[in-house]
């Protein structure tokens, strides 16, 4: 990979770690919020279900996962496995659309 493209996956995988970051802290605020207002698990998927910010928010952070867990691995699967090329990118993509397509088919779950 050319060394433009080895920065735009560096520049990929930080934004991503700064989306992830915020997700992680907004859903586990909202987690604890609920969870110490005594709401159960049937009650809060009431409240988010038809909810059209939360199936944004939750889009958004599916879309993070999917772009920085196979961008985290592709240097792992390079260093431990010494697996380079155009081969190991191929399986990472395929991983990036796994992770978005099951994470929005949980998504589209609690939302309808």
């Known amino acids: 990979m050319s ?3 080895e920065t735009l996956l560096w520049l990929a ?4 770690a700064a989306v992830l ?7 586990l605020a909202t987690m604890v919020y609920a969870i110490q207002g005594g709401l159960s698990a ?3 998927l009431g409240r988010t279900r ?4 939360w199936l944004a928010f939750y889009a958004t952070f599916v879309a993070a996962v999917a772009v920085h867990a196979p961008i985290g ?3 792992v699967l ?3 496995l010494g697996w ?3 081969s190991r990118d191929v399986v990472l993509a395929a991983l990036a659309l796994v992770l978005g397509g099951l994470g929005m088919r949980a998504v589209l779950g609690v939302f309808g």
């Open 13 to 16: 995988q930080r934004a991503s």
């Open 21 to 27: 970051a915020l997700c992680v802290t907004v859903h």
């Open 78 to 80: 390079g260093e431990w």
């Open 42 to 44: 049937a009650e809060i």
């Open 73 to 75: 691995l592709r240097p």
């Open 84 to 86: 380079r090329g155009a």
């Open 50 to 53: 038809g909810h059209w910010g």
């Open 3 to 5: 060394a433009r493209g």
